[in-house]
């Protein structure tokens, strides 16, 4: 099976259940330890995610990580925060960001989808401004890899994602850890002359994803996850 972030969202939007039980957000800080890895390292070790070169667009989005597997999971992490969100305009400026030139039309589309089809599951109107304070937000908190080939890293991340339906909701704040993988590539082209970025492609695998798990569990250790940290501020 064919799968990219924009399918993977699509997936994860169908199978979300407002009924499902609440989780407390995930005090992230208090599972990280101060070690700066460098690499996958022992599962448990915490990551440090790799510092961008820059940032692109008006909503800043981190491009140009390093090429190095490190670099590869910093940037499937990065996209991953980007495109879900409940902002149409967003996520399809994010996925368009993360993917390959030749599949920027399936990118801008299946983002426009994934969009709608968690303001949906919410309960919001599918296109059009969002109520006050309406919000969806996606944080990494968990992250593995491993090379696949040349270039090519299948990352796994492990995100809390958090949401709101807005300022009028009585309802508790929906909160909820969820877990994909992603294979990146290395695109030498991609970010100007002589520069290069990971982007996001299509999985001709039915690669596993590993499962669900808290940071500070044995659970999450047994998994395989690395709580993460992210990278060192720029002078």
């Known amino acids: 099976m064919v799968v990219s972030i924009v ?42 995610l790799a510092a961008p070169s820059g940032y692109e667009g008006a909503a800043g989005y981190p491009v140009g990580f390093p090429r190095t597997e490190l670099g590869a999971a910093s940037a499937a992490a990065a996209a991953l925060e980007a495109a879900w969100t409940l902002d149409a305009e967003q996520a399809e400026q994010a996925a368009v960001l993360y993917a390959p030139p030749d599949q920027h039309d399936a990118a801008r589309a299946g983002a426009r989808e994934a969009a709608a089809g968690w303001r949906e599951i919410l309960g919001l109107p599918k296109e059009g401004a969002l109520p006050d304070g309406a919000a969806m937000r996606t944080r990494t908190i968990g992250v593995q890899w491993r090379a696949r080939a040349r270039d090519q890293i299948h990352v796994s991340v492990l995100v809390q994602v958090t949401a709101t339906k807005g300022v009028g909701d009585t309802d508790p704040t929906y909160s909820s850890p969820y877990a994909m993988s992603l294979l990146m590539a290395w695109h030498p082209g991609l970010r100007g002359t002589n520069r290069g970025d990971w982007v996001n492609v299509p999985d001709p695998l039915s690669a596993s994803v590993p499962p669900v798990a808290l940071p500070g569990t044995p659970e999450f250790t047994a998994a395989g996850w690395k709580p993460v940290s992210g990278p060192e501020p720029t002078p």
Request: negative net charge; glycine residues 12%.
């Open 7 to 48: 399918g993977a969202i699509l997936l994860a939007a169908g199978a979300w259940q407002l009924l499902r039980p609440v989780f407390d957000p995930v005090d992230v800080a208090a599972s990280r330890s101060t070690e700066n890895a460098g690499s996958a390292g022992a599962a448990g070790d915490t990551v440090r």
